[in-house]
């Protein structure tokens, strides 16, 4: 049954028959799991250039 809303309640069933707290516990990863030195974290000039070149290419129209 896998794939089908049947079969998803029967595997959330499973999960927290095993653990009362399995969805609280993998929520709370996301907002946990940040990492400042990825990305434009690590460069913070970098994202304003970035952010000042995506302006001027804007494809906003102005209409008369």
């Known amino acids: 049954m896998a794939g089908t809303k049947e079969g998803g309640m029967k595997a959330a069933n499973a999960n927290l028959k095993k653990d009362p707290q399995f969805y ?3 929520g709370g990863k996301g907002g946990k ?4 030195n990825k990305g434009f974290g690590a460069n913070r000039t970098l994202a304003s ?3 000042a070149k995506g302006g001027r290419v804007s494809r906003y129209v102005k209409k008369n």
């Open 33 to 36: 799991a940040k990492n400042p």
């Open 49 to 51: 250039l970035a952010g």
């Open 24 to 26: 609280a516990r993998i």
